[in-house]
């Protein structure tokens, strides 16, 4: 069994939802990716989403675009994402650990190194946004040899037809965007993501993820009343770039931050309502 089925297993039957926060590899500084991650885990990360800085970013925001642009001046690439992975294995063998980016870095590399170099360094998934499953045949499978699950995202606009062949090549879990739009994007409508999530559950088993315009506790609460997962991400991204211009502990901060969020998931299944809702995950 995966870290990542291990880790839903687990909260499964605590009936809480995973809190996975995002932050991009070298920013705000490459030195602090590692202490960053820690930090996380101590505030009550389940997972971490590791980004991997792209010049041409499809579906991220100005926040995370920002973070990326910082991350490429100061020298990061994909080599150095992975080598950040291998340095948090050294302290945490338990925590999933999620590479999130664009394909043509991976081409670059080789789809073979890179599978290798990934397993090597103890990732756990790989979600390539611009990767779909038409170009994943060989490297889905790959991954799933070598212990790793590729992960894709559904919008709400993804035919039915499309999610079905979505799930069937997935693994870990399923990444649901929670809205039309880039990540950091605001008003959310958790009505409609609950929806989503029943349809999406009609063809896959998996673990379903919610991510895009979650920011802050209250919003995370109500997502993890029906979701199996909530993904943060611009936000914590802006936080931590804000308290590195105050000249903060990075690693206090990432804690800081994620904390009332971990609280707030492990409170949002508290009602009888609210277990009913749980069931549908």
Do not use: W
Request: charged share 25%; no cysteine.
């Amino acid at each position: 069994m995966s870290r990542i089925e291990q880790r839903f297993k687990a909260l499964k039957s605590e009936n809480r939802a995973a809190l996975i926060p995002y932050v991009m590899t070298g920013d705000p500084s490459p030195e602090a990716t590692v202490l960053v991650m820690q930090g996380l885990v101590r505030g009550g990360a389940d997972m971490i989403e590791l980004g991997m800085p792209f010049s041409d970013p499809v579906a991220d925001g100005p926040v995370i675009q920002a973070a990326g642009e910082r991350a490429l001046a100061a020298g990061q690439r994909l080599r150095h994402s992975l080598a950040a992975v291998k340095r948090f294995r050294e302290s945490d063998g338990d925590t999933p650990v999620i590479l999130m980016g664009y394909l043509n870095p991976v081409e670059i590399m080789g789809e073979a190194a890179f599978v290798e170099a990934a397993a090597d360094a103890g990732v756990d998934a790989v979600l390539l946004v611009d990767a779909p499953p038409e170009e994943s045949t060989d490297l889905a499978p790959a991954l799933k040899k070598a212990g790793m699950d590729m992960i894709f995202l559904v919008a709400p606009t993804t035919s039915e037809a499309r999610r079905r062949r979505l799930a069937d090549l997935a693994g870990g879990f399923i990444y649901y965007v929670s809205l039309k739009g880039v990540t950091g994007a605001g008003g959310l409508d958790t009505e409609a993501v609950r929806k989503g999530l029943m349809a999406l559950r009609e063809v896959s088993d998996l673990p379903l993820g919610v991510g895009f315009g979650i920011g802050d506790a209250q919003t995370a609460g109500s997502v993890a009343r029906f979701a199996d997962a909530v993904i943060v991400g611009s936000r914590l991204v802006a936080h931590l770039q804000a308290a590195a211009e105050r000249g903060e502990d990075l690693a206090r901060a990432a804690e800081a931050f994620i904390q009332p969020l971990s609280q707030a998931i492990s409170q949002a299944r508290g009602s009888g309502n609210d277990q009913k809702e749980a069931a549908l995950s």
